[in-house]
């Protein structure tokens, strides 16, 4: 069809995009029947536990796993640019306290958009789009960090020389030198939602892409999609479920007054898996280790019961958000800043996606089936 002709009335319209194939990709698979998730070729079985989330980036950005030399400069770019720089933190100081964490780091990915040090923010080639990228991985974690302190009233603390990406985050966040188990958990968390193909947020970074725009308008808006409850927020919503149910014995009266109201079950539910998410068993597990060793193990026992009752009444089956929730809760991290971890961990496969799109991209416009009226006569203002 040519795409200036308006979609003819017998057009099919596929709402929400479901079972469209947009484009190509070889950064990550979402494969919904066999319920596997692949990066660059490799399950992320193989991966979670064994490759951290700086061996993980590098391989989503670049297509291969490092060397250990490719490794030990990326990991020291990384480090470099960890530091809130001056404008930044005065940019985070100044916006209220209170406001919506989700909205002050696509705020301050924004604000990196004016204030690239090297003064070529909309600059398009993928050189610089790679360097931006590695700028706003190190950087997002310190900004999380920074808002989950200020929200707290504490001081900002700058990342710790010779931490991890992971390790560095809990410490900016928390202070003190996080524990191992912590770190390996925020690790895997990390690793496992890297990248998933063309999801909402990484959609509308390509669309923005797609226009010749530059790195951080792709960010920024990816940023504002990953906010919505049926994307990113569904794992700070899931945290606040498990707060409402708050014992064992609440379960089962809490799906069915959220049955009887129409509710949904947050955490819950796929556009594309028609069984469990791959990476739901890998956080649940992680959730529960984490939870026998805090001797809280609350969190993670309501959450199977409403794992469980939720298939009996529903057959939905558990998504990502789910067990992000209680893992994210036992390392410690306030419930609201929980969406500001999915973009961390996401800034990976978003900032790949950006790259793969400006290097072969052809404008994203689909159409739309026009259902309004027609042939109205303009009436003038004072006849109205
Ligand atoms: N709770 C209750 N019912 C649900 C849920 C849920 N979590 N998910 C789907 N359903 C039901 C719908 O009510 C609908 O039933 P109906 O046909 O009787 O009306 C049916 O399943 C299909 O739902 P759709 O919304 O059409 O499915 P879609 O593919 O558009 O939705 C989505 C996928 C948005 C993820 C949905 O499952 C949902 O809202 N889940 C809760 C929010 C959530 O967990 N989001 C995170 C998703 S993963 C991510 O983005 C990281």
């Not at 029947?33 to 064994?50: A, K, P």
């Not at 964490?101 to 090297?118: C, E």
């Not at 560095?168 to 928390?174: A, D, I």
């Not at 193909?197 to 951080?216: E, I, Q």
Request: contains cysteine; aromatic residues 8%.
């Amino acid at each position: 069809m040519n795409p200036i002709e308006p979609a003819s009335p017998h057009a099919e319209v596929r709402r929400g995009l479901e079972g469209v194939v947009a484009d190509k990709t070889s950064i990550s698979e979402v494969d919904g029947q066999r319920c596997q998730l692949i990066y660059r070729g490799y399950h992320i079985d193989e991966l979670v536990g064994r490759a951290a989330y700086e061996e993980v980036s590098f391989l989503l950005l670049q297509g291969a796993l490092p060397t250990r030399a490719q490794l030990a400069e990326w990991t020291a770019q990384l480090a470099a640019a960890t530091a809130l720089e001056p404008t930044l933190l005065a940019l985070l100081q100044s916006l209220p306290r209170r406001a919506e964490p989700m909205a002050i780091l696509r705020t301050a990915i924004s604000f990196l958009g004016i204030s690239d040090d090297a003064g070529d923010a909309a600059e398009v080639s993928l050189e610089a789009i790679r360097r931006k990228a590695v700028r706003t991985i190190a950087l997002t974690p310190a900004i999380v960090a920074a808002i989950g302190r200020m929200r707290a009233g504490e001081p900002i603390l700058p990342p710790k020389a010779g931490l991890g990406h992971a390790a560095n985050f809990l410490y900016m966040l928390l202070g003190g030198e996080p524990n191992r188990q912590a770190v390996e958990a925020l690790d895997a968390y990390f690793v496992l939602l890297a990248d998933h193909g063309f999801n909402a947020s990484t959609f509308t970074a390509r669309t923005v892409t797609s226009t010749h725009s530059d790195y951080y308008s792709a960010i920024t808006a990816a940023i504002g999609s990953l906010k919505g409850p049926l994307h990113g927020a569904a794992n700070r919503k899931a945290m606040e479920m498990l707060t409402e149910i708050g014992s064992d014995e609440q379960v089962e009266p809490y799906v069915q007054r959220t049955l009887a109201d129409h509710k949904r079950f947050m955490g819950f539910g796929h556009r594309v898996y028609k069984g469990e998410d791959p990476r739901a068993k890998h956080l649940k597990a992680i959730a529960k280790r984490l939870g026998e060793a805090a001797g809280e193990p609350k969190w993670f026992t309501i959450s199977e019961r409403l794992q469980e009752a939720v298939w009996r009444a529903k057959k939905l089956y558990i998504n990502v958000d789910f067990y992000s929730a209680s893992l994210l809760h036992y390392l410690g991290i306030p419930t609201e800043l929980f969406t500001t971890m999915f973009a961390c961990a996401r800034m990976a496969g978003w900032s790949a996606h950006v790259i793969e799109e400006a290097s072969d991209s052809r404008l994203i416009r689909p159409l739309a089936l026009y259902v309004g009226p027609r042939d109205l006569k303009f009436v003038p203002l004072d006849q109205r």
